[in-house]
């Protein structure tokens, strides 16, 4: 087990289907067989999955709202997350995404070099079927053939990042005007760029365990428009514009 102990990994849920708790359940089994870390898990949504997310470790520190909109305000989660961890390091990590071990020890070593973010892959985002979950399960990812995933996008930004509290914090952590999903990978991309802080992509690809598509997951959210509008507003503004919006941000 490798040592991870000034890591945490930050992981909002909603438990919006059978699919969703198969992923978490691989998931975060992977990373507490392989790392001795801490995980914080926040779950918004309008009955707690306690019960369960205990069964899958007792060493996850499980936090819950009650939540009956719904909407999954996850940039809001990720923040009051970020705000829980008790570490330098913190990995923004999405329940349906797994990564080679040497990537998160290469991620972790970026963000300990300097970097305000790290992408623990290069940007090749595989969506892997179910009938390959069990090589996964028994840590033997090699051995799921990509030629049997479908590549989803091939300079993803999202899915997982780990991050530096710290210097992320001074450019605003997570925006929390983008609500449910849509253009906030990118959006954050743009600010972190504009502010002239580090950004490191690490060697390898991400595995993507697939799921069923609900609601918040998918462009016929109805914020969807209107996070769009959010990014090109950033997106126009020059560094002093961006700065000095940022300041104005109510949950900093």
Not at 133 to 142: A, Q, R, V
Request: aromatic residues 14%; glycine residues 4%.
């Amino acid at each position: 087990m490798i040592n991870f102990k000034d890591v945490t990994f930050i992981v909002p849920i909603r438990f919006d289907s059978e699919d969703r708790k198969t992923n978490f359940r691989i998931s975060m089994s992977f990373l507490l067989r392989n790392f001795d870390t801490n995980i914080i898990v926040l779950e918004s949504d309008k009955v707690s999955n306690k019960d369960f997310v205990e069964s899958v470790s007792p060493k996850i520190t499980y936090v819950y709202e009650e939540n009956k909109d719904k909407l999954f305000h996850r940039t809001r989660l990720l923040n009051q997350m970020t705000k829980l961890s008790e570490t330098e390091i913190v990995v923004n990590y999405d329940v349906d995404v797994i990564f080679p071990i040497q990537q998160y020890i290469d991620s972790k070593k970026k963000i300990e070099e300097g970097f305000t973010i790290c992408f623990p892959y290069s940007g090749k985002f595989y969506d892997v079927p179910k009938n390959h979950f069990d090589k996964i399960e028994s840590d033997n990812l090699e051995n799921v053939p990509l030629s049997d995933c479908k590549l989803f996008n091939p300079n993803s930004v999202g899915g997982a990042f780990f991050f530096s509290k710290s210097k992320y914090g001074e450019i605003g952590w997570e925006n929390e005007s983008f609500v449910s999903w849509g253009h906030e990978d990118w959006e954050r991309i743009v600010r972190i760029q504009k502010m002239e802080h580090k950004i490191h992509k690490t060697e390898g690809v991400l595995y993507h365990l697939t799921h069923s598509r609900t609601f918040n997951s998918s462009d016929q959210n109805p914020f969807y428009k209107f996070n769009e509008e959010e990014f090109h507003k950033i997106n126009r503004m020059s560094k002093e514009e961006l700065g000095s919006y940022i300041k104005k941000w109510k949950w900093l």
